[in-house]
């Protein structure tokens, strides 16, 4: 009877370990699966990596070719940005997730200067303090603080045109609106030559 009764025992516990090492069979069956998939995706965000990494310089490329070209506003703000994106580019501590944000980030603040007005003080090409008013990407003037003798930039002539003092007060009226401190209203304001017949 005792012999009888302990193989019963161990009949159980074979039993109970055959359930137990079919489950752990199929647990370790679904980690290999898991970590071939992991492998696989790792493997692709490598060849990701490689790809969009050349992908952020072109970026930042033709950006820097585009501040260039563009109406020289914001000029060392925006020639700032691009730096400051080269060496983020090559840091080691920064994810590429994040690098690409930052890249996209730069690209949407060049977007919106195009829908935006703003007025700024800065140092003219003479080294003087002035005040410039951005009208989107149409068009750039800055005004002495004097309030007397307004220019225009000219995308044609890559060079600042005088405007007739007529103009004077229209400039400082589109300062004030960029600045909030008036309502905004229809600007009187000489647009530059844009390349084709005026």
């Not at 400039?171 to 960029?178: D, K, S, T, V």
Request: charged share 25%; proline share 3%.
């Amino acid at each position: 009877r005792n012999d009888l009764q302990d193989y019963r025992l161990t009949q159980a516990e074979i039993d109970q370990l055959s359930v137990y090492n079919r489950q752990l069979g199929e647990i370790i069956h679904n980690q290999d699966t898991q970590i071939a998939s992991l492998k696989t995706q790792i493997k692709e965000i490598e060849v990701t990596q490689q790809g969009i990494m050349p992908l952020m310089e072109r970026m930042l490329n033709g950006l820097q070719s585009f501040v260039m070209l563009d109406t020289p506003f914001l000029l060392k703000e925006r020639e700032d940005r691009i730096a400051n994106l080269r060496g983020l580019l090559l840091s080691a501590n920064t994810t590429v997730s994040e690098k690409f944000r930052r890249t996209l980030e730069a690209f949407q603040i060049e977007v919106e200067y195009g829908r935006t007005i703003e007025a700024y003080r800065s140092q003219n090409v003479h080294g003087e303090m002035v005040d410039f008013l951005r009208v989107g990407r149409l068009a750039l003037y800055y005004l002495p603080l004097s309030g007397d003798g307004g220019f225009v930039w000219d995308k044609e002539g890559k060079d600042w045109v005088a405007l007739n003092s007529e103009f004077d007060r229209s400039i400082l009226q589109g300062i004030r609106i960029a600045r909030k401190q008036s309502a905004p209203s229809l600007l009187n304001l000489k647009l530059p030559r844009l390349g084709v017949n005026e």
